[in-house]
């Protein structure tokens, strides 16, 4: 069974940075993709950033240039660097992984509060 574990929410100030972390353990297979997405309180879940195992990354327009995803393999673990962090972020943040296009799994999510 995967599970994920996520780490590293919290509240911060508009201008601020934080760095969020997921690491999967269990049964995983070699070629994936992680990712962070995020939910606000009324909205519907949408992509931040995706990586794949082989270091293609994705990002949102919203996060560009402000957000930076990387992975390492050795640890299955993703990582989500956000710097110059806006109100708008503010989210619960959930980790995914997915491979073959059925075997996804998500993380149970960390609450990002920025704060103008």
């Known amino acids: 069974q995967v599970q994920l574990v996520e780490s590293g929410g919290g509240s911060v100030q508009a201008g601020g940075s934080l760095r969020l972390s997921c690491a999967a353990s269990?049964?995983?297979?070699?070629?994936?993709?992680m990712g962070w997405y995020r939910q606000a309180l009324g909205n519907q879940r949408e992509l931040v950033a995706t990586?794949?195992?082989?270091?293609?990354?994705n990002y949102a327009d919203s996060v560009k240039g402000r957000f930076t995803i990387s992975r390492d393999n050795a640890k299955n673990t993703v990582y989500l660097e956000m710097n110059s962090l806006k109100p708008e972020d503010t989210a619960v943040y959930y980790c995914?992984?997915?491979?073959?296009?059925?075997?996804?799994?998500w993380g149970q999510g960390t609450q990002v509060t920025v704060s103008s």
């Open positions: 990586i794949s195992s082989n270091g293609i990354t």
């Open positions: 995914r992984l997915s491979w073959l296009v059925r075997n996804t799994y």
């Open positions: 269990g049964s995983i297979f070699g070629f994936n993709t």
